[in-house]
């Protein structure tokens, strides 16, 4: 590794890897098709746009309709603004301002049958316990691929 670095310029980082000779295989999750469909109306809230974005083209590829939020105040316009019902609120566990947990609380009450799926890139540790999370609470693990976000999606709007 080398760095290069010059005042008012910029810095660059070369970085040398190791060559491989092997063949490179495609990468399994990518190609691999969602077996689990539904039709439910999912609300994804995310604060990071890229985790939203990939976590809606899932759902929808999957057959959810998905009303997105990029925080807990976003949501609760959205979710007000939504006449129909909302089967499953998807939710970042640690956002600026209102946390998941707060979201899923209100909403809770205000939604009669609204089931909860945290997601979130902390340990499960971090956050089941110490006050973010309800021991018991159903939590999906960032990064997570989108065969399994989907299972755990369904598995979570099958759940009594």
Do not use: C, W
Not at 36 to 52: M, Q, S
Not at 92 to 120: C, W, Y
Not at 127 to 140: I, T
């Amino acid at each position: 590794m080398s760095v290069d670095s010059d005042i008012g310029v910029g810095s660059t980082f070369t970085v040398y890897l190791p060559r491989v000779d092997e063949k490179v295989e495609q990468a399994a999750a990518a190609a691999t098709p969602l077996t689990t469909r539904g039709h439910e109306v999912i609300l994804l809230v995310e604060d990071h746009p890229a985790v939203r974005r990939l976590a809606r083209e899932t759902l929808e590829r999957a057959g959810y309709t998905v009303l997105q939020a990029a925080n807990g105040d976003e949501a609760f316009l959205v979710s007000g603004r939504h006449q129909g019902r909302i089967d499953l609120l998807l939710s970042d566990v640690v956002m600026p301002r209102i946390s998941g947990q707060e979201v899923a609380a209100r909403l809770t009450l205000e939604r009669e049958g609204l089931k909860v799926l945290f997601i979130s890139g902390y340990l499960d540790n971090a956050v089941v316990g110490p006050g973010l999370l309800n021991q018991g609470a159903a939590f999906l693990h960032k990064p997570f691929t989108a065969v399994t976000l989907a299972n755990k999606v369904r598995e979570q709007l099958d759940a009594r």
